[in-house]
C-alpha cells in the first residue's frame, strides 16, 4: 500500500509539472483569447515618462508595440547602437512599473532599412530579403535572438515582431492581390521571404521554444494584399496594418477631406466609397477570409490611424476599431504620445472634447479601480462632504454611491471631477454609513466599468466639522490630480502632509522648463489645495512636480503628474 500510495504522487507531481509546463506559455494564450491585447504603438524617439505610461494603463489600455529601431547598424561594421538599445530598455521598464504587455517591433538592422525611411528615399534599398545574401540575414537573425534573451522571463513581454511593414524592393509593383505580388517577388526578383522568416524563426526557437512571433505581409502589411506566407510554427501571430484610404488618413491638411468618402481603392484598382461596410467587406474581407483559412490564428491589426484630423475621423477611427474587435483581432493604434504637434497625436487634435481620441479609449479595457482620499475611514462629518477620490486621467468618468442604511441609497454616474459634494445628508447618530466610486472609460460601456473600490465608512453628525477617530491612520503624503483635467484657464490641484514640513510646487512645460512656482513655503500637517490659473500660457500638457521635506526626519516625499491646458 505504501508503494502505491508513492506511485499516485509520482503520478500526480508528473500530472503537474504537465499542468505547468502548459500554463508556462501564457503569452500565446491571451494571444488566443480575442481582442485581449487593445492599445498603441509607442516609439523612444520623442521623450517619454513614467507617468506617460500609467495615464495609458489607468485609461484602460493593456498593450504598447515598441517600435525600436535595429540593436545593431543597418551597414558594416554593424555596430552595436547603443542608443536604440537604451531607448528601448527605458519602454520596457516603464511597461514593468506600468504593468502593460508589450511586443518588441524591429524597424531596422543589418541589411535592413527602416521601411519609412526606405520608401521616402532618405535610406537605400534594403538588402535583407535578397536570396543568397544569407551573411546579412544571419547578423539579422542573431540581433533578433539577442533581444528574445535580453527579455527572456518578462510575463509581460508577449511577442517579437520580426520586423516592420516590409516592402521587399522598394520600386513599384505592379499587383493588387497576394497572389500577384509574391509571383513578381518570387518570379521576377527570386526574393523568397518564407524563407527568411523561417530562418529567423528556427534561430529564435533555439533559444525560447513559445514566444510568440509577429510575422507582416509584404507591401506595408496592407490587408488587402493578405495573405503572404503561412509559417510553419504553432506559436505565430499574423500582423496587418491599415492606413486605407491612404488620400484621407496621409492628407497633409487638416479638415480638407471627410469620411465616408470616395478615395482610390487597390482592390479595384479605381474609386471606391469607404464606409464601414466597404472596410469590412473590402479592405479587411481578405484578411478575415485568411484567419479563416488558417483555423483562426491570431491577428494584430499591429497599425492604424490618422495624420491630422479630418471630417468624420472619428468616425473612421472608430468603426476600423469595431471591425478589430468584432473580428476579434488585437490592436495597436498608432502613436501613443508622439510629440506637441497635431501630427498622430489624438490627444493634440483640436477637436471638440478630443474626439478622435477617445474614440479609442471607449474601447479599451476596464480603467483600475480609483483610491479614495478624503473623507478618511471612519470620518466623522457634517451633513455636508465633499468625497474625494484620485483622478486616474483627465478622459475617466466616475460613479459614487453613498449607502446610508434603511435602504437608502445614492447613485450619482458620470462624474468629470474626481470629487462630489453632498448637501443635507440625513443624520442618524452613531449610524455608520459608507461609500464606494467606481471608474469608467470615456465611452461608459458597462464592460470598460472598473469594480468599486472597497467601501469607506463615515458618520454625520451636524455639530462638528470633518475629524477623525483615533484609531484611524494619520494623513499620508499625496498629490492628487488636477482637477479640472483638461482645464481652461484654472485648475485645482490638492495635496496632504502627515507632518510640518517644508513644502515646493512647480509648474513646468513638456521640455522642463521651469514656469511657475506656485509653493515654496513650510506647512503644518494637513490637507491642502492650490488653484493655478493658465491664462497666460499656450494650449498644451503641463507638469507639475511637489517636493515634500519634513522638518523632523529624513522621509521626504516627491511626485510628478501632468495635467492638460486645452483653449
Avoid at 504 to 515: N, Q, T
Wanted: proline letters at 6%; one cysteine or more; hydrophobic letters at 40%.
Amino acid at each position: 500500500m505504501y508503494k502505491i500510495k508513492i506511485s499516485y504522487i509520482l503520478i500526480f507531481l508528473s500530472f503537474t509539472d504537465i499542468v505547468f509546463s502548459q500554463s508556462i506559455n501564457s503569452k500565446y494564450d491571451k494571444w488566443l483569447d480575442p481582442s485581449f491585447f487593445r492599445g498603441y504603438n509607442v516609439l523612444y524617439e520623442t521623450p517619454k515618462t513614467l507617468q506617460d505610461f500609467m495615464d495609458f494603463k489607468n485609461c484602460g489600455g493593456n498593450f504598447f508595440q515598441i517600435g525600436t529601431r535595429g540593436f545593431k547598424a543597418e551597414d558594416p561594421p554593424y555596430q552595436d547602437q547603443e542608443a536604440n538599445i537604451a531607448g528601448t530598455d527605458q519602454l520596457v521598464n516603464y511597461c514593468r512599473q506600468a504593468g502593460i504587455y508589450y511586443v518588441i517591433a524591429v524597424r531596422s538592422g543589418p541589411g535592413a532599412y527602416d521601411t519609412y525611411l526606405e520608401s521616402t528615399g532618405q535610406t537605400g534599398e534594403s538588402r535583407i530579403w535578397n536570396t543568397g545574401n544569407t551573411a546579412e540575414q544571419s547578423l539579422y537573425g542573431d540581433m533578433l535572438t539577442s533581444i528574445v534573451q535580453r527579455y527572456a522571463g518578462d510575463s509581460l513581454f508577449v511577442g517579437l515582431n520580426l520586423v516592420v511593414e516590409p516592402r521587399p524592393k522598394v520600386k513599384y509593383i505592379a499587383a493588387n492581390t497576394s497572389e500577384l505580388y509574391k509571383s513578381f517577388l518570387e518570379t521576377i526578383y527570386n526574393i523568397h521571404m518564407d524563407a527568411v522568416y523561417s530562418a529567423w524563426i528556427a534561430e529564435i526557437r533555439t533559444i525560447d521554444s513559445e514566444l510568440p512571433i509577429i510575422t507582416e505581409n509584404f507591401a506595408y502589411s496592407t490587408p488587402e494584399l493578405f495573405p503572404a506566407y503561412v509559417m510553419d510554427d504553432p506559436f505565430i501571430v499574423y500582423s496587418a496594418h491599415n492606413y486605407m484610404p491612404k488620400e484621407y488618413t496621409s492628407a497633409a491638411v487638416p479638415y480638407t477631406l471627410v469620411y465616408p468618402g470616395t478615395y482610390w481603392n487597390i482592390t479595384y484598382l479605381s474609386q471606391q466609397y469607404y464606409d464601414k461596410t466597404f472596410l469590412q467587406q473590402v479592405v479587411f474581407g481578405r484578411l478575415k477570409s485568411f484567419q479563416g483559412t488558417t483555423g483562426g490564428a491570431p491577428v494584430l491589426l499591429g497599425e492604424f490611424g490618422i495624420m491630422l484630423p479630418q471630417g468624420g475621423c472619428y468616425q473612421y477611427i472608430s468603426d476600423v476599431a469595431d471591425i478589430s474587435i468584432a473580428n476579434g483581432w488585437h490592436f495597436s493604434l498608432w502613436v501613443w504620445r508622439g510629440g506637441l504637434t497635431e501630427e498622430w497625436n489624438y490627444e493634440m487634435f483640436r477637436e471638440v472634447n478630443l474626439s478622435t481620441f477617445l474614440s479609442v479609449l471607449e474601447r479599451f479595457q476596464a480603467p483600475p479601480i480609483p483610491q479614495l482620499i478624503f473623507p478618511a475611514d471612519s470620518a466623522v462629518v457634517g451633513s455636508s462632504v465633499t468625497f474625494r477620490w484620485d483622478s486616474l486621467t483627465a478622459y475617466n468618468a466616475y460613479d459614487i454611491m453613498i449607502e446610508m442604511g434603511d435602504h437608502i441609497k445614492i447613485v450619482v454616474e458620470n462624474i468629470k471631477d474626481a470629487n462630489y459634494t453632498v448637501s443635507g445628508l440625513p443624520v442618524k447618530p452613531g449610524h455608520v454609513n459608507f461609500w464606494k466610486v467606481r471608474s469608467k472609460n470615456p465611452g461608459l460601456d458597462p464592460a470598460s466599468w472598473s469594480d468599486w473600490s472597497a467601501p469607506r465608512a463615515f458618520i454625520v453628525d451636524t455639530s462638528v466639522g470633518y475629524k477623525m477617530k483615533p484609531i484611524n491612520s494619520p494623513i499620508e503624503f499625496h498629490l492628487s490630480q488636477n482637477y479640472p483635467n483638461p482645464f481652461n484657464p484654472e485648475t485645482k490641484i490638492d495635496y496632504s502632509v502627515p507632518k510640518n514640513s517644508m513644502v515646493k510646487l512647480v509648474i513646468y512645460d513638456v521640455l522642463g522648463r521651469e514656469i511657475k512656482t506656485l509653493l515654496n513655503e513650510v506647512k503644518s500637517a494637513g490637507m491642502y489645495t492650490l488653484r493655478f490659473d493658465g491664462s497666460s500660457l499656450p494650449s498644451g500638457i503641463y507638469i507639475y512636480r511637489i517636493n515634500i521635506i519634513p522638518l523632523e526626519g529624513n522621509n521626504s516625499y516627491t511626485s510628478v503628474k501632468k495635467m492638460v491646458l486645452l483653449k
